[in-house]
């Protein structure tokens, strides 16, 4: 028998491991997708049904594109504490590094830890001299962390679906490392 094999790769931090993501994370990713706090910038809240959905389009991207978010583990006891990755859907203007950090997760730098990462993959990888991430207005927590990762507010897109983002600029990897 033949088919497709997909391989997602592991990068690993000083605290965290981001890795491809499995069915015991399933729990953790539909209580994140089904809290309207957490999701309010997203288009949350979800059901668990659209939570299983999404967490099988996140596995898909890697193979229709060649990368995508990982989930973000912590490195020692495994736990999931968000997703993170180069991410790249159709309607999207140009590639992104994107983000969501689970709500035990946020606080602890882990978010910028896992997102540094990633981009770094997309810039020595993927070979990717720019990237951007899209923020919905009033998510005033995305908007610092991309201000600490040294991006900058270009513009904004309007999504057919999602409405309007900000767009913001990451420096390039000659800046990054």
């Not at 992104?96 to 997309?122: D, H, K, P």
Request: proline fraction near 6%; charge should be negative.
């Amino acid at each position: 028998m033949t088919g497709t094999t997909l391989h997602i790769p592991t990068v690993e931090t000083d605290r965290l491991r981001l890795r491809a993501a499995k069915w015991s994370d399933y729990p953790a990713y539909a209580a994140f997708r089904g809290d309207a706090g957490q999701t309010r910038f997203l288009g949350g809240p979800f059901s668990e049904i659209q939570a299983f959905d999404q967490l099988g389009e996140i596995l898909g991207h890697w193979h229709l594109r060649g990368y995508g978010r990982w989930m973000v583990a912590d490195k020692t006891t495994d736990e999931p504490l968000g997703i993170v990755g180069p991410y790249f859907p159709k309607g999207w203007p140009e590639p992104e590094i994107a983000w969501s950090l689970f709500a035990s997760a946020q606080g602890r730098g882990f978010a910028t830890e896992a997102t540094v990462a990633a981009r770094n993959w997309a810039y020595e990888t993927l070979g990717w001299s720019t990237a951007i991430s899209l923020i919905t207005d009033g998510n005033t927590r995305s908007v610092a962390l991309a201000e600490r990762l040294g991006c900058t507010r270009e513009d904004d897109f309007n999504h057919a679906e999602i409405g309007r983002m900000q767009v913001w600029r990451h420096p390039g990897p000659e800046a990054t490392t």
